[in-house]
């Protein structure tokens, strides 16, 4: 049986590491794979028959378990994977499919706010049996892109909760146990870390962003790491970019809702390396 989570998850890891690496060929070589990929959730008995951007149909997913109706799992999987298509989409000139995707993408995004939101958290709205309830991996994407709303909040007192637990006196901090241990899901903490600082880098443009913070924070694109500090004067923001390992090329130094610097000269910066920019 088709693995939803499979495949959507596997369009937005694509993205993710043609971002990160830069790599048009690789993009190329996979191209007509993932638009495949995709529409398999159109097709007849498919997951968004009426192509609506909305999950209505029966859905497989890593919980072994089938999901009946729109839930909040699955349908931030398919948007997620709607918008990386739109992009790859974009960049290939595939007009066509980007558009559908972003139509699918906004019409789902619509009708999941406005009819599975219940005022606290998104809900599934189950057609077999009629009830409604969360599991607790439907938590996956809530609050990751804006940490002023309450969704943000509740994942701060989800990951507050776990590292109590996870303390190293009552349990190791590195084994948090879930389907035996060691277990990959765990890595989903990640995006906790990227929802406060705003960082994302893409290796195709090569952007740097970070959202408008003040102090230290910690980065990573996969091909190095390093810290951020920036600081606020006045009208401008000063970011100092440390590298502990590995290389980033930068053209240009976006602070969201603030500004940016291009630069007419890729730079780039190695191992051991610092360099600061000034985005006015």
Same mark, same amino acid.
């Given at each position: 049986m088709q693995n939803f989570i499979g495949e959507d998850g596997s369009i937005i890891k694509l993205f993710r590491e043609w971002q990160l690496s830069g790599d048009d060929g690789f993009l190329k070589e996979l191209y007509p794979k993932v638009k495949s990929a995709l529409s398999y959730s159109w097709i007849k008995g498919g997951w968004d028959v009426d192509q609506d951007g909305v999950m209505e149909g029966v859905q497989h997913n890593t919980m072994d378990v089938e999901y009946y109706g729109p839930n909040p799992q699955m349908t931030i999987w398919y948007q997620g994977a709607l918008r990386a298509k739109e992009e790859m989409a974009g960049y290939k000139k595939d007009a066509e499919m980007a558009s559908k995707c972003k139509k699918l993408f906004l019409n789902g995004s619509k009708w999941t706010d406005e009819n599975l939101f219940n005022g606290e958290y998104y809900i599934h709205k189950i057609v077999v049996p009629e009830k409604e309830y969360i599991p607790?991996?439907?938590?996956?994407? +809530?609050?990751?892109? $804006? @940490?002023? %709303? #309450? $969704? @943000?909040?509740?994942?701060?007192? /989800? *990951?507050? %909760? *776990? =590292? %109590? =637990?996870? $303390?190293?006196?009552?349990?190791?901090?590195?084994?948090?146990?879930? /389907?035996?241990?060691? @277990?990959? =899901?765990? +890595?989903?903490?990640?995006?906790?870390?990227?929802? #406060?600082?705003?960082?994302? @880098?893409?290796?195709? !443009? =090569?952007?740097?962003?970070?959202? $408008? *913070?003040?102090? !230290?924070c910690f980065w990573s694109n996969g091909y190095a790491y390093g810290t951020a500090t920036i600081s606020q004067t006045g009208g401008t923001r000063l970011l100092t970019l440390n590298v502990l390992n590995g290389g980033i090329d930068i053209s240009t130094v976006t602070i969201e809702g603030f500004g940016s610097s291009s630069f007419k000269k890729t730079r780039s910066i190695q191992t051991g390396g610092k360099e600061s920019f000034t985005i006015k």
């Open positions: 607790r991996e439907q938590l996956v994407g +809530m609050g990751s892109a $804006d @940490y002023g %709303n #309450p $969704d @943000y909040q509740l994942g701060l007192t /989800c *990951i507050s %909760n *776990i =590292r %109590n =637990r996870y $303390d190293r006196r009552k349990r190791s901090p590195f084994d948090e146990a879930e /389907c035996g241990h060691h @277990y990959g =899901r765990a +890595m989903a903490s990640w995006s906790a870390l990227l929802a #406060p600082t705003g960082f994302h @880098y893409s290796g195709v !443009t =090569r952007e740097l962003k970070f959202s $408008d *913070i003040k102090g !230290t």
